[in-house]
Every structure is written in structure tokens, then in C-alpha cells.
């Protein structure tokens, strides 16, 4: 079982920042691809960005002058770097993860890949 874990959010005022983390549990081998969306009130998930195993990053364009991706390969972990924060922002942010390898028991060199992994989300409350 691998799940991923998001924390960071909140209330925050207009042009404030915060930064998002989010963390992984399980036998973790690698990971492909780690990354955030987030979802709007009324609207459809969207991208927020990606980073991959290489570390090259993908933003949403409207975003990547205020928002920052970044991770920690050793530890498993992404964060996300939100600057100058708009109420437009306000979301709820969701970790994603693509390829998850692991091992299947602690001791056991058997692996299993999970693919389109999703955390359960962290609200971010832009106020005017």
C-alpha cells in the first residue's frame, strides 16, 4: 500500500505565501513523477506542475511565476512553493503521484507499481 499525504494549507490573506508538502508512505523503490493539481470550486482538477525523476518540471503557465515545485528524492517528498497568493488560488490542492514502485513486504524483493496516485487534498483559502 502506498498513500501520499498533503499538508500545508489553510487560510492565508491576499499576496501572502505558503508552501505545500507533501509526504509518501510505504516500501517506496522510485517514483516517476510527483506533482500537485488543484481544484476549484465549480471547476475541473488542473495542473499545477510536475516534477520528474530527472527533475525537469512542467508548470501550468498562468502559475509558474508565483508557484514553485521542488523535491526531495531521498526522502520521497514534493513541495510546492505558493508566493503572492490571489483569492482566484483558493482550491483544494491535491498531491499526485505516477509510477509508484515498491516493494510488496518488508524482506521481499518482489515489486509492485502503482500508477495515478492520488492524495486526499489540502484546502488553501485565499482571502480578499
Known amino acids: 500500500q502506498v498513500r501520499l499525504l498533503e499538508s500545508g494549507g489553510g487560510l492565508v490573506q491576499d499576496g501572502a505565501s505558503l508552501r505545500l508538502t507533501c509526504a509518501t508512505s510505504?516500501?517506496?523503490?522510485?517514483?516517476?513523477?510527483m506533482g500537485w493539481y488543484r481544484q476549484i470550486p465549480g471547476k475541473e482538477r488542473e495542473l499545477v506542475a510536475t516534477?520528474?525523476?530527472?527533475?525537469?518540471?512542467k508548470y501550468s503557465e498562468s502559475l509558474e511565476d508565483r508557484f514553485t515545485i521542488s523535491r526531495d528524492y531521498a526522502e520521497n517528498m514534493v513541495s510546492l512553493q505558493m508566493n503572492r497568493l490571489k483569492p482566484e488560488d483558493t482550491a483544494v490542492y491535491y498531491c499526485?503521484?505516477?509510477?509508484?514502485?515498491?516493494?510488496?513486504?518488508?524482506?521481499?524483493?518482489?515489486?509492485?507499481?502503482?500508477?495515478?496516485?492520488w492524495g486526499q487534498g489540502t484546502l488553501v483559502n485565499v482571502s480578499a
Open positions: 510505504g516500501l517506496i523503490v522510485s517514483i516517476s513523477v
Open positions: 516534477i520528474d525523476r530527472a527533475g525537469t518540471t
Open positions: 499526485y503521484a505516477d509510477e509508484i514502485t515498491t516493494y510488496t513486504a518488508p524482506g521481499n524483493w518482489a515489486r509492485r507499481k502503482y500508477i495515478d496516485v
